[in-house]
């Protein structure tokens, strides 16, 4: 079984202070945030920017600040969410791609989102696909419901995106597909044999589906984005006590961690 990709998802756009005090919000919070998962074992840091008012932003100066404060850090692997918040334009939500990270998110459909709606157009899936081939970054497809998975291997068949393939299966969001076991085993036998995939669970879903993923080779996404607690009524400390438990559990199921360059290797990333 390859070694375990941990995905450390630090600020989200929703979490606020109120929900979890821990959570980075500042360049420099985000910065560090990533630097401590780094230590712990994560290999990619998934990022969303927060402007001086604490509040979800896509400015790319910001995600410049971000970017260039956690590369003088360590080399783990960036990257933002052209997701943004429910209520950026799709224009917004691109920016950070220019910045040529190397992987970004791309949602290949729309979906419930709580109370919101969670857009993306077929016109505007092309056009993150398009920018992103071209810029070489690699799409991670961030997967909310089965009819995305089908969306995204239309990409490939219109030359929009390359192989090898990697999705994030993003499960427990109320209104998208749930976070049942059965759930997870569908979605990754509807990926091709040769995609990588990883798991995200929302909530009290986030360990368990972690744990069902490692043993089944599969890798794992955490961080205060998707769960602030560590365990039911416990907040956790940091980013980096979520990242910890994982690389515990995996070390303990015979898993070893993935270094952000063995990472790079296992996606198909050019190696630094």
Same mark, same amino acid.
């Given at each position: 079984m390859e070694k375990l990709i941990i995905t450390a998802a630090l600020t989200g756009a929703e979490t606020t202070r109120e929900q979890q005090p821990n959570l980075p919000v500042t360049p420099d919070e985000i910065a560090q945030a990533a630097y401590e998962c780094y230590l712990a074992g994560a290999s990619i840091v998934h990022i969303?920017? #927060? %402007?001086? #008012? !604490?509040?979800?932003? &896509? %400015?790319?100066?910001?995600?410049? /600040?971000?970017?260039?404060?956690? =590369?003088?850090?360590?080399?783990?692997?960036? &990257?933002? *969410?052209?997701?943004? +918040?429910?209520?950026?334009?799709l224009e917004e939500r691109l920016q950070p791609v220019y910045l040529q990270p /190397?992987? =970004?998110? $791309?949602?290949? !459909?729309?979906?419930?989102? +709580? !109370? %919101?709606v969670f857009m993306n157009t077929r016109e505007y899936i092309e056009k993150y696909a398009e920018e992103m081939l071209r810029l070489s970054v690699k799409p991670e497809f961030e997967i909310f419901e089965r009819g995305m998975i089908a969306n995204a291997l239309d990409l490939l068949k219109k030359g929009l995106v390359r192989e090898p393939l990697h999705f994030d299966f993003v499960m427990g969001v109320? !209104?998208?597909?749930? =976070?049942?076991?059965? %759930? @997870?085993?569908? @979605?990754? /036998? *509807?990926?091709?044999?040769? =995609?990588?995939?990883t798991v995200a669970g929302i909530g009290r879903n986030q360990l368990p589906l972690a744990l069902i993923a490692i043993t089944m080779g599969g890798h794992v996404r955490v961080g205060f984005e998707d769960n602030v607690y560590y365990s039911k009524g416990v907040l956790a400390q940091s980013n980096? &006590? $979520?990242?910890?438990?994982?690389?515990?559990?995996?070390?303990?199921? +015979? #898993?070893?961690?993935?270094?952000?360059?063995?990472? #790079?290797?296992? @996606?198909? $990333?050019p190696v630094k």
């Open positions: 969303h920017a #927060r %402007d001086e #008012r !604490g509040e979800a932003t &896509q %400015d790319i100066e910001v995600y410049r /600040e971000i970017f260039s404060k956690i =590369a003088k850090k360590c080399d783990v692997i960036i &990257q933002p *969410s052209t997701g943004g +918040g429910t209520w950026h334009t /190397e992987m =970004a998110t $791309l949602t290949t !459909g729309t979906c419930n989102f +709580g !109370g %919101d109320s !209104g998208a597909i749930t =976070a049942e076991p059965r %759930d @997870l085993v569908y @979605l990754v /036998e *509807s990926i091709p044999k040769t =995609a990588t995939w980096a &006590q $979520l990242v910890e438990r994982i690389v515990r559990v995996a070390k303990e199921c +015979g #898993r070893e961690i993935a270094t952000p360059a063995e990472a #790079r290797k296992i @996606l198909g $990333l």
